[in-house]
């Protein structure tokens, strides 16, 4: 952990920093960590009584909590993410989804359609690079268009995750699913999109659509070890 972190009386203290705690052993068997100042459960109690409210009487909260545990219950190990998916939309009563998804992976979202249209969905998609909006246009450098910076075709048209929230907005879709859209799009989407939303697919080209990889691979502390050290000597030239 981060040396301010573990001070005393430092404003950093009031975030919490669950990650750099043992929580199987506490929080996780019902109590909290007496031996690290700024585990929430102590120092946020007063936030327990608010969240209990929330359990109890956001009629969303309330579904969808109880929903998600059902389908972890059932499905727990067994059901890839696509079927959690599926059920946990039968179970809100959720008809019609919405996917979101990156040209790139057009057939991911055609495969996923027809699947769930054979679970009895009403299925609405919109591609990211809908209406055909030049990333000129919106203020994106030309120097960063075209080619990317480490040598593939990216094109001139902009990712468009304000169109694929609005576009799904006014199909009143029920739930929305992110297939494969670029970091900082699928935060515009989820920003601007009315339904909830949930991810399928997280694009990472790197590790074929396996993010967490990067954590359990040799490549990826390799790479993450190779970045640092070029982030440290740029810092040292500026
Ligand atoms: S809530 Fe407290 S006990 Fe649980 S993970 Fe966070 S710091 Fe640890």
């Not at 040396?3 to 009031?14: G, Q, R, T």
């Not at 909590?65 to 067994?78: D, P, R």
């Not at 939309?89 to 027809?114: D, I, N, Q």
């Not at 209406?131 to 001139?156: H, L």
């Amino acid at each position: 952990m981060p040396e301010d972190l573990e001070k005393p009386n430092n404003e950093v203290l009031l975030g919490p920093t669950c990650h750099s705690c043992n929580s199987i052993q506490f929080c996780t068997m019902g109590n909290p960590n007496t031996g690290k100042e700024n585990c929430p459960m102590i120092v946020n109690s007063e936030i327990e009584q608010e969240v209990m409210k929330l359990y109890k009487t956001d009629e969303f909260v309330k579904k969808s909590t109880s929903v998600a545990s059902i389908v972890e219950a059932q499905g727990y190990i067994h059901w890839p993410r696509l079927k959690d998916t599926i059920e946990y939309a039968k179970g809100m009563g959720f008809k019609r989804l919405g996917l979101a998804f990156c040209v790139g992976l057009r057939k991911e979202a055609s495969k996923t359609a027809e699947i769930l249209t054979k679970y009895g969905f009403e299925v609405c998609s919109a591609c990211c690079k809908t209406e055909s909006i030049k990333k000129t246009d919106v203020d994106v450098p030309k120097e960063f268009t075209m080619i990317s910076k480490t040598g593939y075709p990216i094109g001139i048209m902009t990712c468009n995750p304000v169109a694929q929230a609005l576009l799904l907005n006014k199909a009143k879709t029920d739930l929305n699913i992110i297939i494969g859209l670029c970091v900082g799009h699928d935060v515009t989407f989820t920003h601007l999109s009315k339904a909830p939303v949930t991810t399928f697919i997280a694009k990472d080209r790197s590790n074929p659509h396996n993010p967490a990889a990067v954590l359990y691979t040799h490549y990826g502390e390799s790479f993450i070890s190779r970045d640092l050290k070029m982030l440290q000597k740029e810092k040292k030239r500026i």
